[in-house]
């Protein structure tokens, strides 16, 4: 047979996806490798679901998206964040972040197009980037500084190829939030080398110290930045499979371009539980993020009384400790845990090299699950 | 205060340390705001919500519940309110609410068979002075109290490890 795409061939599998399969064959495990809710989708928005469904709203929708669910994204984006997409043609609805960040980048990016990714970052950054034909471009954060991105460093990585930086804030993996300034910074950057921004939100609503920055609402920004958002963590639909894009107009309609021909539209039964979920369910996601960070109190305090260090995430619903003390890199610790004391935990590593040292710890998850969490993992480092 | 107490009435087992935690505030603060809610009785009681379908025993030993609708005479100068706190004195009844509509009070009664609910509304509630009529309405089933619900407990169905 003739080989097979080159780009694909070469992306490794997700370094997740190991740890998976050994968790999943094991009984009494308490996963902390969960990146998604414990919740379930709020009962209103399921029930909005099920009355679609009754009511036949099985069809398509425009590719951009049902016009009340873009209106609901764009105003609450303004009152929020005071950042202004036209829900007309600067807006689209997406099957999750996951189809926003791809088409971004292929609208993007040229064969060849270098894209600079803040790591450690989400597993798919890199490989969406290579996947649209770019070159990922790493720059390292320093967990020293709560990883938070240090424009200098971004522009040392900067070269005549550079077409855009994609970054996440709040992040999945390290719980960072970008400072305000940084964010600035990076605008600055941005406007000097004529640069695209990508702005992956999708945790936006997770934030419990200060408020969300929209990198889109930042002064100048808003004409080269893509905001990615969706309803997978704040309202619990992970499965629902649906994001947005706010774009720049050119950028915008490139988007619906590529949606039309791929997926045509996102799911109308999910477009309209969407819309109850924004219209109706304030105070269900209000009270999901009081309970996560709850939790993360909880969680991070249990986390140093083992004696690891762990910086206070500020947002998402991740704890991000380091694991130099146990003389062990990421990997090894993760395993061994698993191992030992049935705990499953991601390897920083994962994430990017400025991962290792570090393990991923969702603490979405009953809080009876992670004080026993906490016990294993502190008799584990015991053991060592 | 309010963030403590509303954290107790979902999880009376949360110990002020976490509680403590969980809010960012001193322990001691924590302790001393509970113990003026016991104090003052805002907290009345600490107390497990049971789904008695769930417990393996002899389905004829169980509770029955009856919620009773109860219409009064109200009398000058104290309205219902001697009367519901009388019928609200009786063991067999779990709560009183003077409520809208066509009854004035409805009232939870719990008795060990029907006959013995049955009998306390003919023999005590319904003699009370001023009360005019009942109506009692059995529970056959229950699905959800105190914000319970009692359906069966749906599994995780997350994957355990995803990115």
């Known amino acids: ?384 | 205060m309010r963030q403590i107490l509303e954290l107790l009435e979902r999880d009376a087992q949360l110990s002020p340390d976490t509680i403590a935690t969980m809010l960012d505030k001193p322990v001691e603060e924590v302790r001393a705001a509970i113990a003026n809610a016991e104090a003052s009785g805002a907290i009345r009681r600490y107390r497990a919500v049971i789904d008695w379908d769930k417990v393996d025993e002899d389905p004829t030993s169980e509770e029955v519940t009856a919620f009773i609708d109860v219409s009064l005479t109200p009398a000058r100068g104290v309205g219902f309110d001697d009367v519901a706190e009388r019928i609200a004195r009786f063991e067999e009844v779990r709560s009183v609410y003077l409520v809208s509509g066509t009854q004035d009070l409805r009232a939870t009664v719990t008795g060990r068979s029907i006959r013995a609910v049955s009998d306390f509304v003919s023999q005590k509630l319904s003699t009370i002075d001023r009360v005019r009529s009942t109506a009692t309405h059995f529970v056959l089933r229950t699905y959800k109290r105190d914000g319970v619900a009692f359906t069966p407990i749906e599994p995780d169905h997350r994957l355990r490890v995803t990115p």
């Open chain 1, 1 to 384: 047979m003739r080989p097979l795409n080159d780009v694909i061939s070469a992306c490794p599998p997700s370094g997740i996806r190991r740890f998976f399969d050994i968790a999943s064959e094991m009984d009494d495990v308490i996963s902390l490798g969960v990146g998604e809710p414990d919740f379930v989708t709020p009962w209103r928005v399921r029930e909005a679901g099920i009355y679609a469904l009754e009511h036949g709203y099985t069809t398509y929708t425009s590719n951009a998206g049902l016009p009340e669910l873009r209106q609901l994204i764009c105003e609450g984006l303004k009152q929020r964040y005071g950042a202004d997409y036209s829900w007309q043609d600067e807006c689209l609805i997406t099957t999750g972040v996951s189809e926003g960040l791809d088409l971004t980048l292929r609208v993007l990016l040229n064969p060849g197009d270098e894209v600079i990714v803040p790591e450690p970052c989400y597993v798919a950054y890199e490989p969406c980037v290579a996947f649209a034909g770019g070159t990922p471009v790493r720059v390292a954060t320093r967990w020293e500084d709560g990883f938070a991105i240090d424009p200098a460093a971004i522009e040392g990585a900067i070269t005549p190829r550079t077409k855009a930086v994609l970054l996440g804030s709040p992040a999945n993996p390290t719980g960072a939030v970008q400072p305000r300034e940084a964010l600035e910074g990076l605008v600055r950057l941005a406007e000097e080398h004529d640069l695209y921004l990508v702005s992956d939100e999708i945790y936006d609503r997770l934030t419990y110290v200060g408020t969300h920055t929209c990198l889109g609402a930042l002064p100048g920004a808003r004409e080269r930045t893509v905001v990615l958002g969706g309803f997978s963590k704040a309202q619990a639909m992970t499965g629902w499979r649906v994001g947005w894009i706010c774009a720049p107009q050119p950028v915008a309609e490139l988007a619906v371009r590529v949606h039309q021909y791929t997926m045509l539209c996102a799911p109308h039964i999910s477009q309209l539980a969407a819309v109850e979920a924004l219209a109706h369910a304030d105070d269900e996601v209000t009270a999901m993020v009081a309970d996560y960070d709850r939790r993360r109190r909880v969680f991070v305090k249990g986390l140093r009384e083992t004696g690891l260090e762990c910086p206070e995430p500020q947002g998402a619903f991740y704890a991000f400790p380091s694991i130099r003390s146990s003389g062990l890199d990421s990997e090894t610790f993760a395993e061994k845990l698993l191992h030992a004391e049935h705990v499953a935990v991601v390897p920083g590593s994962v994430f990017g090299p400025s991962g290792e040292g570090h393990v991923r710890c969702s603490y979405a998850t009953a809080l009876p699950l992670l004080e026993e969490a906490l016990v294993r993992i502190d008799r584990f480092l015991r053991s060592l």
